[in-house]
């Protein structure tokens, strides 16, 4: 199963807002509605940020914004902050009953 | 409180098998409902997803490494097992057990981390 497709970096200045996208198949974003994002900083463990497309975990704040569009799952950050300079991972479950990561994004605080 | 903490050699030579414990606590193994799986991470490098095992047994893995790779689960211990065969250099990488419920599509819970290095 091949990696999902996300840009390799995005950035923007404190206080605007960015997007992520997750590209894949109708076999594995397109298919389900099971895509999750994660936020790793160095040297850390992965941290789940949005699941089930658009789900929030307790305790996540609320400028995290997931949404799907056929074969693509997005992530947008609002109101960007410097603590939100890490990399991000979508996630997706595919129709082998498996998951995939995507490759992952650089987000870059200005 | 849900905690999982990944244990194992850090060294590996080639050719070798990685066996790899996951240990957990705050929950039991035994739903089909909860789950642990393993992901690993080469140095630099992005996620890649290895295994699942649920509560009832259900296992998936990876479809390029399922000719080598084992998960198992002892309950009594609260541990899940990764056993992968035939390590080479490019498993070189840091690997995690982390918690999922069956309903979400998350891992939501992480251990710290294991870094495994594999080399003559």
């Known amino acids: 199963q091949s990696v999902l497709t996300q840009p390799a970096s995005v950035s923007g200045s404190p206080g605007q807002s960015i997007t992520i996208s997750c590209t894949g198949t109708s076999s594995d974003v397109g298919g389900y509605d099971y895509v999750a994002w994660y936020q790793q900083h160095p040297g850390e463990a992965p941290r789940l940020i949005i699941y089930?497309?658009?789900y929030r975990p307790s305790g996540v704040s609320p400028r995290f914004s997931g949404s799907k569009s056929g074969n693509t799952a997005s992530l947008t950050i609002f109101r960007l902050q410097a603590a939100d300079d890490a990399d991000y991972y979508c996630?997706?479950?595919?129709?082998?009953?498996?998951?995939?990561f995507g490759s992952g994004t650089k987000v870059i605080v200005l | 409180q849900i905690t999982l903490k990944e244990s194992g050699p850090t060294l590996v030579a080639p050719t070798q098998t990685l066996t790899l414990t996951c240990t957990f606590s705050?929950?039991?193994?035994?739903?089909?409902?909860?789950?642990v799986g393993w992901i690993r991470q080469p140095p630099g490098e992005a996620l890649e997803w290895l295994a699942l095992i649920y509560g009832d047994d259900d296992k998936r893995h990876s479809p390029s490494l399922e000719n080598s790779l084992t998960i198992t689960k002892d309950i009594y211990r609260n541990r899940v097992v990764l056993t992968l065969m035939n390590m080479d250099p490019v498993d070189t990488g840091t690997y995690y057990c982390?918690?999922?419920?069956?309903?979400?599509?998350?891992?939501?819970?992480w251990g710290q981390g294991h870094l495994v290095t594999v080399s003559s």
């Open positions: 982390a918690y999922k419920m069956r309903d979400s599509s998350g891992y939501e819970y």
């Open positions: 089930n497309v658009d």
């Open positions: 705050g929950f039991s193994l035994n739903s089909r409902e909860v789950g």
């Open positions: 996630s997706s479950y595919t129709n082998r009953r498996t998951h995939v």
